[in-house]
C-alpha cells in the first residue's frame, strides 16, 4: 500500500470514530413523552395582535452529576399545518438561574435570550423543533431552560406546543411578550403541566470554574 493511500485509509477511519462519537448523546433530561390529549402551550415568536402572538416558555431543569455539556434540545409541536415547522430556521434559546417557582421578572427576560439556529421536522402526528450545535455547559444546580422558535402564525395561528406526560419539579413557566392590560410577567399557562423537552448531551462533564454557569450565562444574554 502506498503512503497516500495508507494516509487516505487513516484519514476516513477517523472520520467514522468522528462521526460514530457525534451521534452518541446521553440524554440528559427526558419529557419527550407528550400528550396531544392535554391543554398544550404557545411558544413561538408569531408576531403580535391582532394577527400573531409571541410567548416564550421554560421548563425547571435540575443538572446532576459534576455538570452537563448540552448538545440539543428539542420540543414537541401540533401539526395542524404539516409544513408549519419548514419555515423555522432560528428561535431563542432560554436558560436562567431557578431561584423561585417562577423565573424573576425583570432579571429573567426572555425576549433578550440569545439567537441560535433550529429546525422544524415533521414526525409523523407532530413537529419536532430543535436546537442542535449548543456546546452549552452547565454547572450542577436549578435552571429554567427552554427553546422558542421563531415561527409564522400559520393558517390556524402558530402552532402548539405539547405537554409532557410527565411533570418534573415545578410546573413550565409562560411569558407573553404582548400582555394587556399590564406589563408582561411569568405565569403559570397550566398549573402542574410540563411543556414537551428532550435536552442532550454529555452527561459526564465536569464543569471548571472557567466554564462556570455565570460566565456561560453572560453569553445568552
Known amino acids: 500500500?502506498?503512503?497516500?493511500?495508507?494516509?487516505?485509509?487513516?484519514?476516513?477511519?477517523?472520520?467514522?470514530?468522528?462521526?460514530?462519537?457525534?451521534?452518541?448523546?446521553?440524554?440528559?433530561?427526558?419529557?419527550?413523552?407528550f400528550d396531544a390529549a392535554a391543554p398544550g402551550y404557545f411558544n413561538s415568536?408569531?408576531?403580535?395582535?391582532p394577527f400573531g402572538m409571541t410567548n416564550y416558555v421554560v421548563n425547571h431543569v435540575t443538572v446532576v452529576g459534576g455538570g452537563w455539556l448540552v448538545d440539543s434540545i428539542s420540543t414537541y409541536y401540533s401539526a395542524l399545518d404539516p409544513g408549519w415547522g419548514d419555515a423555522i430556521t432560528t428561535g431563542h434559546l432560554h436558560v436562567f438561574t431557578k431561584t423561585g417557582v417562577l423565573p424573576m421578572d425583570g432579571t429573567?427576560?426572555?425576549?433578550?435570550?440569545?439567537?441560535?439556529a433550529m429546525t422544524g421536522m415533521l414526525d409523523g402526528d407532530?413537529?419536532?423543533?430543535?436546537?442542535?450545535?449548543?456546546?452549552?455547559?452547565?454547572?450542577?444546580?436549578?435552571?429554567?431552560?427552554?427553546?422558542?422558535?421563531?415561527?409564522?402564525?400559520g393558517m390556524w395561528g402558530p402552532e402548539i406546543h405539547l405537554s409532557s406526560m410527565s411533570l418534573m419539579g415545578d410546573a413550565s413557566a409562560s411569558y407573553d411578550q404582548y400582555a394587556f392590560p399590564g406589563p408582561p410577567a411569568w405565569f403559570n399557562f397550566n398549573p402542574g403541566v410540563d411543556a414537551s423537552l428532550l435536552i442532550e448531551g454529555d452527561g459526564s462533564v465536569v464543569a471548571s470554574e472557567t466554564t462556570s454557569f455565570g460566565n456561560v450565562k453572560s453569553l445568552f444574554r
Do not use: R
Open 108 to 116: 429573567d427576560d426572555p425576549t433578550l435570550s440569545t439567537s441560535v
Open 45 to 49: 415568536v408569531s408576531g403580535g395582535p
Open 126 to 153: 407532530h413537529i419536532v423543533v430543535t436546537a442542535s450545535g449548543l456546546n452549552l455547559e452547565l454547572e450542577p444546580g436549578e435552571y429554567w431552560i427552554g427553546i422558542t422558535p421563531v415561527a409564522p402564525g
Open 1 to 33: 500500500m502506498t503512503s497516500k493511500m495508507t494516509k487516505l485509509v487513516v484519514l476516513s477511519i477517523a472520520i467514522v470514530a468522528l462521526l460514530t462519537q457525534a451521534a452518541v448523546a446521553d440524554v440528559l433530561h427526558d419529557q419527550s413523552d
